[in-house]
């Protein structure tokens, strides 16, 4: 096969590769779903592109070891998909810092998932280039291990929905406990005399500064004769 063909399939490989991590990039806010945090969990503010690079490199390097080939050889050969690759690598490595701070244990089998992940697409890009038995007992290997993996991190998602169900069960039933016990009359007419106060105490005080200004002595006339008052 020659260089172009080789080339052509390694490229599909990064592409299955950026959207599979596009696909499952949502799961930094799986556990918080305010407006905020699903905009935080987007990285909707624009990373300059030398940081977004750096940060790639970095993820890659650390995490993804068998993608710098891939890249460095996009990069040669197709600046374009190389960029959108890199764009969509630092999203997903953003996310899974967010996800670091919010879920360590979670993180962890996020990223071994990401990885058996890698090494499918890898494997099925190997054999589009050369067909042979090693490599298809590397993709058996490896679909194993993602299949463990998927099955590993679901465990610990169920447990996670598992725990806040149990607290939102718990919210549930105190707020139930005082919606029942609540007496709407009562807290009306205690709401009403508390509002009368403070207008009859608003009310009171001009008259008592009128008061006081009525009850005050006036003073003593200024002496016609002093230096001043001639």
């Known amino acids: 096969m020659n260089e172009v063909n080789v ?3 390694w490229r599909g490989a990064v592409a299955c590769i950026v959207l599979m991590l596009a696909a499952t990039s949502g799961f930094a806010a799986e556990y918080d779903l305010s407006r905020d945090a699903i905009a935080q969990a987007d990285g909707s503010a624009a990373e300059p592109p030398v940081e977004g690079e750096r940060r790639v490199t ?7 070891p068998e993608l710098e080939s891939v890249l460095a050889s996009l990069k040669k ?3 374009k998909e190389y960029q959108k690759a890199i764009g969509d690598l630092a ?5 899974l810092e967010q996800l670091q701070q919010r879920d360590p244990d979670g993180f962890e089998l996020e990223l071994t998932f990401l990885q058996w992940q890698t ?16 490599t298809r007992a590397q993709l058996r290997k490896s679909l ?3 299949e463990q993996a998927r099955v590993a991190r679901a465990r610990h998602d169920k447990a996670r929905l598992t725990e806040r169900i149990a607290r939102l069960q718990t919210q549930l039933q105190r707020l139930t406990d005082q919606l029942e016990s609540v007496d709407v009359q009562k807290n009306a007419d205690k709401a009403y005399a508390g ?6 105490a608003k009310q009171a005080r001009p008259n008592t500064a009128s008061r006081t200004r009525k009850n005050a002595k006036p003073k003593p006339a ?8 001639k």
Do not use: C, G, M, Y
């Open 7 to 9: 080339l052509s399939n």
């Open 58 to 64: 970095e993820f890659v390097k650390s995490h993804l």
């Open 77 to 79: 050969h197709s600046a």
């Open 91 to 95: 999203r997903t490595s953003r996310r």
């Open 119 to 134: 090494r499918v697409d890898i494997a099925l890009a190997q054999l589009q280039v050369r067909d042979n038995e090693k």
């Open 144 to 146: 194993a291990s993602r």
């Open 195 to 200: 509002a009368i106060r403070r207008l009859d």
């Open 222 to 229: 200024a002496d016609p004769k002093t230096p001043e008052n």
